[in-house]
T-cell receptor, first 115, second 115 residues
Framework: DTAVSQTPKYLVTQMGNDKSIKCEQN?????MYWYKQDSKKFLKIMFS???????INETVPNRFSPKSPDKAHLNLHINSLELGDSAVYFC??????????????FGDGTRLSIL | AQKVTQAQTEISVVEKEDVTLDCVYE???????LFWYKQPPSGELVFLIR????DEQNEISGRYSWNFQKSTSSFNFTITASQVVDSAVYFC????????????WGLGTSLAVNP
C-alpha cells in the first residue's frame, strides 16, 4: 500500500551509461515531480507534470528526460551519466490540478552513484 | 522574490530538551502556504504540516508545535521533550501563486538529539 514508490532504491553505474528511474503513485494525484538532493541536502526541483503535461522544467541538462505515460507514473531517464549526477533523486506527487498549497508526498528516493 | 531561510544549519540537544527550529520566509503574495518536512537518517521525506497565510492559529500535535507569525514572516517549529527519534533534517518550504506554484525550500536544519 505504498503511496509513492520509486525504483530502484540504489543505482550504481559507470560514467557514460544511460539509466532510468521509475516512479508510481497510487494516491490519485494529478501532479508529479522529480527532485535532486545533493550531498548537502539541498533539494532542487527538476521537473513537474500535471496530468501528463510538463509544467515545470528547470534548468537541467538535456541529458535528463522525464516521461509520464499516465498521471500515475513519472519516469526519469538520464543519458551519458556524469560524476556530478551522483545524488539522491526523489519523486513526489500532489493533489489538485492548479490548486495552490497541496502538500507533496515523496517516494523513498533513489540513491544514484556514478563510478 | 520568494525565499525561505533556515538560519540554523545544525542543532544538537540532549534528550528531553525543548528545541525550536526557525523558519523565515519572503513572499509578495497575500495567499501562500508554508510547510514543514522531516528527513530522518533513513532518507525519506515526510510531510509534517501545512499552514495557509490566512490562518495564524498555532498548531500542536503531540510534542510538536508550530508558531506562525505573519508580522515577522516566521513559521517556527518546536519539539518539546525531544527524543532520539526526532534526530533528522527538517525542511521548511513555501508555496505561493508565483513561481509556477512550486515549493521554495529552505536549506534544512539538521537536528541531533543525543541520549
Amino acid at each position: 500500500d505504498t503511496a509513492v514508490s520509486q525504483t530502484p532504491k540504489y543505482l550504481v553505474t559507470q560514467m557514460g551509461n544511460d539509466k532510468s528511474i521509475k516512479c508510481e503513485q497510487n494516491l490519485g494525484h494529478d501532479t508529479m515531480y522529480w527532485y535532486k538532493q545533493d550531498s548537502k541536502k539541498f533539494l532542487k526541483i527538476m521537473f513537474s507534470y500535471n496530468n501528463k503535461e510538463l509544467i515545470i522544467n528547470e534548468t537541467v541538462p538535456n541529458r535528463f528526460s522525464p516521461k509520464s505515460p499516465d498521471k500515475a507514473h513519472l519516469n526519469l531517464h538520464i543519458n551519458s551519466l556524469e560524476l556530478g549526477d551522483s545524488a539522491v533523486y526523489f519523486c513526489a506527487s500532489s493533489q489538485g490540478t492548479g490548486r495552490l498549497g497541496q502538500p507533496q508526498h515523496f517516494g523513498d528516493g533513489t540513491r544514484l552513484s556514478i563510478l | 522574490a520568494q525565499k525561505v531561510t533556515q538560519a540554523q544549519t545544525e542543532i544538537s540537544v540532549v534528550e528531553k530538551e525543548d528545541v525550536t527550529l526557525d523558519c523565515v520566509y519572503e513572499t509578495r503574495d497575500t495567499t501562500y502556504y508554508l510547510f514543514w518536512y522531516k528527513q530522518p537518517p533513513s532518507g525519506e521525506l515526510v510531510f509534517l504540516i501545512r499552514r495557509n497565510s490566512f490562518d495564524e492559529q498555532n498548531e500542536i500535535s503531540g510534542r510538536y508545535s508550530w508558531n506562525f507569525q505573519k508580522s515577522t514572516s516566521s513559521f517556527n517549529f518546536t519539539i518539546t521533550a525531544s527524543q532520539v527519534v526526532d534526530s533528522a533534517v527538517y525542511f521548511c518550504a513555501l508555496s505561493d501563486a508565483g513561481n509556477n506554484r512550486k515549493l521554495i525550500w529552505g536549506l534544512g536544519t539538521s537536528l541531533a538529539v543525543n541520549p
